[in-house]
C-alpha cells in the first residue's frame, strides 16, 4: 500500500494494518463503507464489535476484513443498567461513581483488542469505540482517530444510561486524537469551541452510489427511520394536509403507537412498514418512493448541524429523491446552493410543501442527484479522505522508527 511523506509524495509501499472499533450502539452503513473501502485499498482491516446491541447491517465485508464480536448476556446487564440509571438521575452526587464504574468497563473492553498485531492505525467509532480506540493507544502507542457521528452537547439521562455517561469523557479522547474525522466545518467550528482538536478529516455521511431503477409505486412520502416524535395530533394534521393521491409512508422498525393511531382516527393516506430490512429491501423502498421526509424532533447541535450527517437524507437523495426537512437544521447551507428540496416551519406545512415540488419535479429531481454527487457519493469522499488517513499512519510508523 502506498505511502506519503511529509510533501504528499508516495514514497514507499507497505501492507497498513487497521482496528476499527464498534461499541454497544447498532453497526450503521457509515461504519461498513469505511471497513470496506479501506479493505479494497489493501489494508488488513479488525473489526472489532464489543457489546452491540443489535446490527442494521450485515456483517458481510471484503476478504481482507477480520472480525471480532464481543457479546455479553445482556439480561442482567440490563437490569444493572437500569437500577443506576434511576440512581444516576435522582442522586447528583453518584453520578462520578457511576461514571467511573463505565470508564472501568470500557477499559476491561480495550484489553479485547489484538495488541500483537501492532497496528497502524486504530478507528473509533462514536463516543464508545473512540474511548476504547483512546484507552488501546494509550497502551499500544498505535495512533487513533475519533470517528464522530454525535456532537456531545448536553446530559441527556432519560435515553439511555450508558450513552450519556460515555459521552460526556468524549471530548477528552477527541483532544487526544490524531484526527477526528467529521462530516462538516459546522460541526467542526461547534467542537472548536469545546475542545482542541489536532485536525479535522471531513466525511459527510454519505453512501455508495446506487445505478439500479426502480418503478415508483406512486406518489408516496417516504418517513424513513426515527419519527417517533410525531405526536397523535402531528398525526392527524399530517393526514388531513397531505394533498389528493398522496400518501404518506412511515417506516422504522417498529411503529406499534403509530399504527394504533391510524386505527384510532381510520387514518387511510398513511401507511406503515416495519420491520428490518435487508439492505436490497430498503434501496427498493427508497428507490420506489417520490419524496424523502428528513424531520427531526429536538433542538439539539446535532439537529442544528443535520444536513450533511443524516444517512435518510443522503439515501434519499442516491435515488434522485427530492427532499422535505425542517428549517431547525442548517438545510438553508444545502438548498441555498443547490435546490433539492424544501425546508419548513411545521409539520402541517408538508402537504404545501409536497404540492410545491410536485409542480417542479423533474427540477427538483435532478437537483437531488446533483447534490449527491457532490457531497454524498461515498466512493467520492472517500477518495478525497483516504490520503490523510495515509499520513496519520505514516508520521506515527516514523516516530516508531
Known sequence: MECLDAAGLITIRFIMRIAIIHYH????????????????????????????????????????VKVYKRKIDSSPLRILSTFLHRIYRRLPFSRKIISLFFDMILLTRAKFLHSA?????????????????????????????????????????????????????????????????IQDRSRADFLSQRVQVKKYIFLPVSVEKNNTR???????????????????????????????????????????REKKIIAKHHIDNIIISEGFLPQNEIEDLIASSSVGLAFYGSWSENEKRIIFSSEKVARYLSHGIPIITNTLGNASTLFTEIPCGI??????????ALQEIEVDYDQFSSNASLAFERYYNFDTNFQKIYPELLGISHTAMQKRT
Open 25 to 64: 450502539w447498532f453497526l450503521q452503513i457509515h461504519g461498513k463503507q469505511l471497513i470496506n473501502a479501506l479493505a479494497k485499498k489493501g489494508a488488513h482491516i479488525d473489526a472489532y464489535f464489543i457489546d452491540m446491541i443489535d446490527m442494521y447491517e450485515t456483517l458481510e465485508f471484503h476478504k481482507k
Open 117 to 181: 498485531n501492532k497496528y497502524d492505525l486504530c478507528i473509533g467509532i462514536d463516543s464508545g469505540g473512540g474511548l476504547i480506540a483512546q484507552k488501546f493507544s494509550q497502551e499500544s502507542g498505535c495512533p487513533y482517530i475519533y470517528y464522530s457521528l454525535e456532537i456531545p452537547d448536553q446530559e441527556d439521562f432519560s435515553y439511555e444510561l450508558l450513552l450519556g455517561a460515555i459521552s460526556k469523557k468524549s471530548l477528552g479522547a477527541m483532544e487526544q486524537a490524531a484526527a477526528v474525522l
Open 214 to 256: 426502480r418503478v415508483k409505486m406512486g406518489k408516496i412520502c417516504l418517513a424513513f427511520g426515527n419519527n417517533h416524535f410525531f405526536k397523535e395530533e402531528d398525526i392527524i394534521e399530517l393526514s388531513r394536509k397531505t394533498p389528493q393521491n398522496w400518501k404518506i409512508l412511515f417506516h422504522n422498525t417498529n411503529l406499534s
Open 343 to 352: 425546508a419548513i416551519e411545521a409539520i402541517s406545512h408538508i402537504g404545501s
